[in-house]
C-alpha cells in the first residue's frame, strides 16, 4: 500500500521515519553480524520477484493510498523478520525513486508498513500456525493475508491520524479491498514456498535465517 507525498501530517511520516529508520538500523547490524556474502544474490533474486509483483496497483480512497499484493510474506517465511526487511525497504525505494510509485516524504511510513510491519506480521503468524501444527500451505495462506491486512490497518490510522479521511471510512475501504487482495497473497505465498522447498533457493534462504 504505497502512500504519495502531500497526504500524510508532518507529525506522522516524521514519527515514521524515526521508527524506521532504528529498525533498519537493527536489521543491518544483524545482517552485517549472520549473513554470508551468498545471500546476497538470492536476497536480490527475491527483491527483483517482489518489485515485479508490486507494479500492479490500483488507487484507493481518491488515491490517498494503492491496493496491490505486497510480498512480505514468503520474504519472511523463507529468510527471517531481519533480513525481509531489508529486501522490502529495497523495493520500496526503489519504487519511490525510480517509479514515483510512494512518496518521498511518505517513504518512512511506506517502509515502515510494508517492509517492517508486513513481514512482522507475517513472520509471527507463522510461528503460531507451525505450534499449532498446522499444514505449510495453509500456514503460507493465512500469513500472507494476515500481513496485508495488518498494512492495511496501520495505513489506515496513518491517514487518519493525518486528517485525510476518518478512521471509519479508512479501515472499512482499506480492509475492505486488502482483505481480498490478501486472499491473492497467501494464495500466491503457498505457491512460491512450494516452488522453493524444491529448490536450492531455499535451501540458501534457510541457512540465511539459520
Excluded at 510512494?102 to 510491519?117: E, F, P, R, Y
Excluded at 503460507?140 to 495488518?150: C, D, E, F, P, Q
Aim: glycine share 8%.
Amino acid at each position: 500500500m504505497h502512500i504519495p507525498d502531500g497526504i500524510l501530517d508532518p507529525k506522522v511520516w516524521v514519527s515514521a521515519a524515526a521508527v524506521t529508520g532504528a529498525v533498519l538500523y537493527k536489521s543491518v547490524k544483524y545482517s552485517q553480524r549472520t549473513l554470508e556474502h551468498r545471500a546476497v544474490p538470492v536476497m536480490g533474486a527475491m527483491a527483483a520477484f517482489i518489485f515485479a509483483a508490486q507494479m500492479i496497483n490500483f488507487p484507493l480512497l481518491g488515491a490517498a493510498a494503492s491496493g496491490h499484493l505486497i510480498g512480505a510474506a514468503v520474504c519472511a517465511i523463507l529468510f527471517g523478520f531481519w533480513p525481509s526487511t531489508l529486501i522490502m525497504s529495497t523495493v520500496v525505494i526503489i519504487q519511490a525513486v525510480m517509479f514515483q510509485d510512494g512518496g518521498i516524504t511518505a517513504l518512512g511510513a511506506n517502509i515502515l508498513n510494508m517492509a517492517i510491519v508486513a513481514p512482522a506480521a507475517a513472520a509471527l503468524t507463522h510461528k503460531l500456525m507451525q505450534k499449532l501444527s498446522l499444514p505449510g500451505s495453509v500456514s503460507a495462506i493465512v500469513s500472507g493475508w494476515v500481513s496485508v491486512v495488518t498494512v492495511a490497518a496501520v495505513g489506515a490510522l496513518e491517514l487518519a491520524l493525518s486528517g485525510v479521511v476518518s478512521l471509519q471510512l479508512a479501515m472499512s475501504t482499506l480492509l475492505f479491498w486488502h482483505g481480498f487482495i490478501g486472499i491473492g497473497e497467501g494464495l500466491i505465498t503457498a505457491v512460491v514456498l512450494q516452488f522453493a522447498i524444491r529448490s536450492s533457493f531455499a535451501f540458501a534462504a534457510k541457512e540465511m535465517a539459520s
